[in-house]
């Protein structure tokens, strides 16, 4: 969308965007905006994030998304603060691709990084062009101007609202870099309650599932049991005379159902899956997912390369092999999409986390010109990453296209999110160290095999809909460093020399994968963490003063001092008997939040069941803007990554996935949830924002891991630790 | 048409009779707090209390309910004025996304009002049939131990038997 038609949708919108202008003019056009944070550089005008009505209601623009992490609140509480606003007359407007600056994906912990500090900035300028208008209204020095409560005061008493301010301002104008922050902050660094919490425990519309328009039908996608499976063929014409049956769309192997009540269109689903299904491709191998993986042909990507002499030959070699299988998202409220045709042109209110990249997928999809297309963010059930958000909203295009004029819903039945949700990716992660006569490591080698972690949507065939339109498939290639993907973390934080890492980059993928929460990082953090207990071990050190030999990085020593002091680390029982304590640290990405984590844990002998009896977290997300926020955060995905760690695993036979529901994939429930989770948010005030939704993950799984080492002796090295591979690991120690 | 009772009030909706009682409650009634996780009675996202026991309401068909009284969320006060344990809830900012929030305090109340003093084995024994994915199952726990206080009990911590 250009300038002029956001700005005339804006002026739609009834504000003062146009008065007495005390705009910088053009020098300000022709200053560097290098010197602007990323998102705010590409949507330089203020007016793109901040508008003030006359009346002094603040509305603020996003293009990031809220999906349960927090995110609304947050950025509420950056611009109220650095506005010197109450966070109540904020209004905030997330992504919309007819609204808000493009600020692509919500992902990979950047929506602090990215927005927060566009929003930060932005309001900075906003509140100098204000107090200017109150300096030259009160015709006093700008100096003597105090802005507060959403109003300019000066210091003969003089008082101007922000209303009445923004009414000679122009905020169409460039930001510029560099402006000074408010002295003192007053909302960041708050506890302030979620806005959209008193909603969610009330009943209230909150959810794209819970989106009811007038004349609004329901519709449900027809699909075989899961990815690379379809229906066999069947008499439609049935189908079409079912009870309450409005439509079926059926265009190449896209098929839907629309109905007038949503039961009906269930109904009509099950009728159509009972036909019987095939695989009209390849079986699926029947190895181990991550075995298949590892096997197939690689493109070996360097990820790091860290200098230093030859490892000693006499030097103490250790090995070892990781691996995990395939992971889902698992989102327990079916993805789901309403969309509605108008005059050719559509609007699609969806979960996607990237409405601009699903807005370029569906023009494809739908053969519009990307104007004719708006995708509108509307909260859905937590995703943890490309979750069926998209095709979802592919399917409800489509469907909705059969019947213009009449917004059309569709959720996908539990069975089609187990079954065609892309999964995250199984992995395997070889690792050497060679350990030098000082204890220290001295050589380091890190081999990772994984499909890309990156399969969201940016063309037609992106979309499952799209695939079964014959669009063609995406090219995958690998997320470069120093973010990366299957290759996310694999280069240590630690300082150690002679070290280098390789992502040997499986192209071809036989089952749908995409990113899941952490990408890479979960599985390289839990092997490095792993690997570098074992290496303590070998080395006869602690294996919390065995990371701190090799780490430089003094706000990731800080964290792990934390935790080691509230932990008690130097206390904690000797591990044996089946009790044993576990630690892990990384910085997410190398880029974002510092997360060390301890735990302490029990394991049943027996049953090989463990119970985690404490968990104790450190965290370092640079300016804490909601420490409470923080902590939700971290907690969750920690019990997230538990359960990943010790439960789950997606099943295939040859011909399907197997875990079809939450029977055949069962994830952590209340009785296995750790007994206490303490975390402790280290706040580094006018630091920049690091992104913390995916920091815990890694540590947590492999200080899991660890402590299970320590309770039993027993190093289980791929994932899950399950009770059953525990418990027979147990039986064979004691037959061996 | 089919009579049926929720949070007190007498509804007709015309409704097939096997349609689960949760597309009534959303669609026909259009309230929004118990939701489609599974259709099978595996997350408990659609928990509602019939005749004060939690059901999974999407297995729950119009013919089973017969003259039993149903209550949603929605029954248990507004975002302004919320009940003992949606306010818990709030207090203790248990919920991430939130999708499967409803079905918790609902099965969570009808835990409370018939045992306010449980232990906290039972409470997470109770508690088990619903699903978190955002793992905020720490904040839950202790949402319900502060609404046990709020309602005249208390969650007990036993100190489990060591074998």
């Known amino acids: 969308m250009t300038a002029l038609s956001r700005r005339n949708v804006l002026a739609g919108g009834g504000a003062l965007v146009v008065g007495f202008s005390l705009a910088r003019g053009a020098a300000a056009q022709h200053e560097s905006k290098s010197a602007l944070p990323v998102d705010l550089a590409k949507s330089p005008m203020l007016d793109s994030w ?27 509480q950056v611009a109220a603060d650095e506005l010197a606003v109450g966070p109540e007359s904020i209004e905030l407007v997330t992504a919309d691709t007819a609204r808000t600056p493009d600020e692509g994906v919500t992902a990979g912990s950047h929506s602090m990084q990215d927005s927060g500090t566009a929003i930060l900035n932005a309001a900075s300028n906003v509140r100098a062009l204000l107090a200017e208008a109150a300096a030259w209204r009160f015709a006093m020095a700008v100096e003597q101007v105090e802005m507060h409560d959403g109003a300019a005061h000066s210091l003969n008493g003089q008082s101007a609202t922000y209303g009445e301010l923004a009414a000679m301002l122009d905020l169409h104008v460039e930001a510029k870099p560099n402006m000074p922050r408010r002295a003192r902050s007053t909302v960041i660094g708050q506890d302030l309650p979620r806005v959209d919490i008193p909603a969610k425990v009330s009943g209230g519309q909150t959810y794209v599932q819970d989106m009811r328009l007038p004349g609004m039908l329901h519709a449900r996608v027809v699909r075989g049991p899961s990815d690379g499976t379809r229906l066999k063929d069947q008499n439609l014409d049935e189908i079409a005379k079912m009870p309450g049956v409005v439509r079926v769309v059926h265009e190449a192997g896209f098929l839907a ?80 999409a309403v969309a509605q045709w108008d005059n050719d042109s559509v609007t699609v209110w969806t979960h996607s986390q990237g409405v601009g990249p699903l807005r370029k997928s569906l023009s494809e ?143 071809q993928a036989p089952v749908r994968v995409s990113a899941l929460r952490g990408l890479g990082a979960q599985m390289n953090v839990f092997s490095i963490e792993s690997f570098m207990d074992e290496l303590a071990h ?22 792990i001092q934390t935790v080691v002091d509230e932990f008690g680390w130097a206390k904690r029982p000797k591990g044996g008997g089946g009790h044993g304590t576990g630690f892990a640290f990384a910085r997410y990405k190398n880029l974002a939040a510092y997360c060390a984590i301890a735990l302490e844990i029990d394991v049943d002998r027996e049953s090989g069941v463990i119970s985690v009896e404490r968990v104790v977290v450190a965290v370092d997300s640079g300016e804490a803007v909601n420490p409470n926020g923080i902590r939700n955060q971290i907690e969750g995905g920690i019990v997230q990554s538990l359960s990943w760690t010790v439960n789950e695993a997606v099943g295939f036979d040859s011909q399907h996935r197997t875990s079809f529901d939450w029977s055949a994939y069962p994830i952590l429930r209340f009785p296995q949830a750790p007994k206490k989770i303490e975390v402790h948010v280290i706040d580094r005030p006018r630091q920049p924002f690091l992104g913390t939704g995916e920091a815990s993950q890694g540590p947590a799984s492999a200080a899991l891991g660890n402590a299970v080492a320590d309770a039993v002796g027993i190093r289980v090295r791929d994932m899950p630790i399950t009770p059953d591979r525990l418990k027979t690991a147990l039986a064979n120690r004691a037959g061996s | 048409m089919i009579s049926l009772t929720v949070n007190g009030k007498q509804h007709e909706v015309d409704a097939d009779l096997d349609t689960p009682l949760l597309y009534v409650l959303r669609n026909d009634l259009e309230l929004n707090g118990a939701k489609f996780g599974c259709g099978l009675g595996q997350c408990g996202s659609c928990t509602v209390l019939v005749d004060d026991k939690p059901v999974f309401s999407c297995l729950m068909p119009l013919a089973a309910l017969g003259n039993r009284k149903v209550r949603t969320i929605e029954g248990l006060g507004t975002a302004d004025k919320p009940g003992p344990v949606p306010a818990a809830f709030e207090t203790e900012q248990a919920a991430q996304c939130g999708y499967c929030i409803a079905g918790m305090i609902m099965r969570a109340q009808a835990l409370l009002e018939r045992n306010n003093r449980p232990t906290e084995a039972e409470l997470r024994a109770h508690m088990a049939p619903n699903l978190c994915r955002c793992g905020t199952h720490m904040r839950i726990l202790a949402a319900v131990r502060r609404a046990a206080v709020a309602m005249g009990g208390g969650v007990q911590q036993q100190a489990e038997a060591k074998p």
């Open chain 1, 365 to 507: 999809l739908l053969r519009l010109p990307l104007e004719k297309v708006r995708c509108i963010h509307v909260e859905g059930s937590g995703c943890y990453g490309h979750n069926a958000a998209d095709d979802v909203a592919g399917d409800a295009a489509l469907a909705a296209r059969a019947v213009p004029g009449r917004p059309v819903r569709l959720q996908w039945m539990r069975e089609q999110e187990h079954g065609w949700e892309p999964l995250g990716p199984a992995m395997t992660v070889e690792l050497q160290a060679t350990l030098g006569g000082d204890g220290k490591v001295a050589g380091w080698r890190h081999d990772v095999w994984s499909n890309e972690h990156n399969s969201r949507p940016q063309t037609g065939g992106g979309l499952l809909a799209g695939m079964e339109l014959g669009f063609p498939h995406q090219k995958v290639r690998p997320i470069p460093m120093p973010e990366g993907g299957g290759a996310r973390n694999g280069n240590p934080i630690y300082a150690l020399p002679n070290a280098s890492g390789v992502f040997h980059f499986v192209e």
């Open chain 1, 50 to 76: 901040i508008r003030i009505d006359a009346d002094g209601k603040v509305t603020v623009f996003t293009g990031k998304a809220e999906l349960g992490q927090g995110l609304r609140t947050a950025l509420i």
């Open chain 1, 257 to 336: 159902v629309v109905a007038q009540k949503e039961w009906h269109a269930v109904k009509a689903l099950q009728r159509m899956q009972s036909a019987g299904w095939v695989r009209p491709g390849e079986p699926l191998p029947t190895t181990d997912i991550r075995d298949t993986i590892r096997k197939l042909p690689a493109e070996d990507v360097p990820i790091f390369n860290y200098p230093g002499p030859p490892a000693p030959t006499d030097g103490k070699v250790v090995k070892a092999r990781y691996s995990r299988p395939c992971l889902m998202h698992g989102s327990i409220g079916p993805s789901c």
């Open chain 1, 538 to 559: 070998a080395a006869g050190a602690d294996p919390v003063a065995f990371r701190l030999a090799h780490l430089q990085d003094d706000r990731a020593r800080e964290t």
